[in-house]
């Protein structure tokens, strides 16, 4: 979904593009890359670099088994394994913050790799000429505790699964 005017918290400090390196511990020198292409297209007044940024949030493949590794995602990150950001749904264990200082639920934007994939597809047939400074996009937007609770849920159901599972191997004799 694109949508534009919008804050989102997908990132917890709001889009990449507002915010400035030192608040992001995970920028890897994102901050400095952008700043170097506005200051390449500014230098340039007759046939200024035309660029865009893609914010899409957290991938739902960050929670899958294996992390975003198990799609060979975020190699060398240090956040490509399972369990290096918010939840390890496998081993029931996580580091969350589920409200903001202020007390109001924490966010976050949730897109699959896939649709990130679509969606730059669809933007490069529309033509660079077309590109805001910066394209958002999202599957959905759900607070931390949501995740936190559809995370129970699905521990009990595989934990339900696994135990009928068991009960027909051990009486199915």
């Not at 915010?19 to 995970?26: A, Y």
């Not at 940024?53 to 060398?76: D, H, N, P, Q, W």
Request: proline fraction near 3%.
């Amino acid at each position: 979904m694109l949508y534009y005017g919008q804050e989102t918290d997908s990132e917890y400090k709001g889009p990449p593009t507002r915010r400035r390196g030192n608040e992001d511990p995970f920028d890897r020198g994102r901050a400095a890359a952008l700043d170097y292409l506005r200051e390449i297209s500014r230098r340039n007044t007759r046939r200024p670099m035309l660029f865009t940024t893609f914010t899409c949030g957290v991938f739902y493949e960050r929670f899958a088994r294996g992390g975003l590794a198990s799609k060979g995602i975020g190699l060398g990150t240090g956040l490509e394994q399972q369990g290096a950001f918010l939840l390890d749904v496998e081993r029931n264990t996580g580091e969350v913050i589920e409200q903001n200082a202020s007390g109001q639920p924490v966010y976050l934007c949730l897109t699959s790799v896939v649709d990130v994939a679509r969606f730059v597809v669809a933007a490069i047939g529309l033509g660079i000429n077309t590109w805001p400074a910066e394209f958002r996009m999202r599957g959905d937007r759900k607070t931390v505790t949501q995740i936190i609770e559809y995370a129970e849920t699905i521990k009990r159901s595989e934990s339900h699964l696994l135990s009928i599972i068991l009960f027909l191997t051990l009486y199915s004799s």
